[in-house]
């Protein structure tokens, strides 16, 4: 806040319509693909940090750093050396820690003792757009796409600390459901890629691989949990939580994964070609936010 009553600081408030944000949107063969499904993920997410990129080409940004609203940062200098670093890195952010950005399942993990390793999160992600020309897909890991590209993921680095809100995790069993498609679909290419593949080489094979791993781990997590209900009080909303995902897994064909990573590198394709021919227009940020369609207040 200190930083917005400098004179310099121009601040906007956007009045954000995820239906009119963008010309392409509705073009997103992803976005089309989940919407009648049980994995259609109805979050504005997505498309408000796909807005800050388009913004971004619009007036010539350098940096874009996204921040949820559910998460705090003590220290400003770390958002400035997370800055610093894009000169080297692709994207960089800071470490969620003491209660991280995980899915249901994950934190399911987390209770019985299982490690999971640092990572970038939307939530607290820095990028330089104009460079890193991607996309957030409308899915649950959504930042997850934007990070990969159509070889592998780029050089990434995590730097400082960020603190996330505390939530129940397990108190809705629908959130489970919303995040299944894409855990298995982000988490299945990160795998893929680490091996070497590229993105388009996760075919249905690999993915009829893959749906019994993930099978495996849900089942041994509700296994795990079933042994402790008499110990543990939050077992039976676990086991709940955990079955949904396990219900929805049951949905997931390896013909859908491999339409939908087809879709997701023809959206990248699309949305590359529309920054493209928006860029370095060099508008203020008022004449881009209309640009956009969007109404705007200038408070600074």
Known sequence: ?????????EVVALDFDRDHCMPIRNAFGTSELLLHTPFHNDSEASAKRNTAI???HLTGWDRVFFLDDDVAIDDPDHIRSAAGLLDKYAVTGLTVHTFPDLSVAAHAYRR????????????????APRRRKSFFPEIYND??????DEHSFPPLALTGLATQDEYDPFDDPAR????????VVAIGLHHRTRDGAKPHEADRDFWRDYL???????????TEYHARM?????????????????????????????????????????????????ADKRMT????????????????
Request: charged share 20%.
């Open 143 to 148: 930042d997850a796409f934007y990070l990969l």
């Open 212 to 222: 019994p791993i993930r099978r495996r781990f849900l089942d041994y997590l509700s």
């Open 54 to 56: 388009a913004l971004s």
């Open 112 to 127: 019985l003792g299982g490690q999971a390793k640092p990572f970038l999160a939307g939530g607290v992600l820095m990028t």
């Open 285 to 300: 940020t008022v004449d881009a936010v209309a640009e956009l369609g969007l109404p705007a207040l200038v408070l600074s």
């Open 230 to 278: 008499d110990n543990d009080p939050d077992s039976a909303k676990i086991i709940a939580a955990i079955q949904a995902a396990e219900d929805t897994l049951s949905l997931i064909t390896p013909a859908f994964c491999t339409a939908y990573v087809d879709a997701w590198l023809r959206d990248r394709t699309a949305w590359i070609r529309y920054l493209d021919s928006v």
């Open 1 to 9: 806040m200190e930083l917005v009553d400098t004179p310099r600081t």
């Open 176 to 183: 489970a459901i919303q995040q299944e498609f894409g855990e």
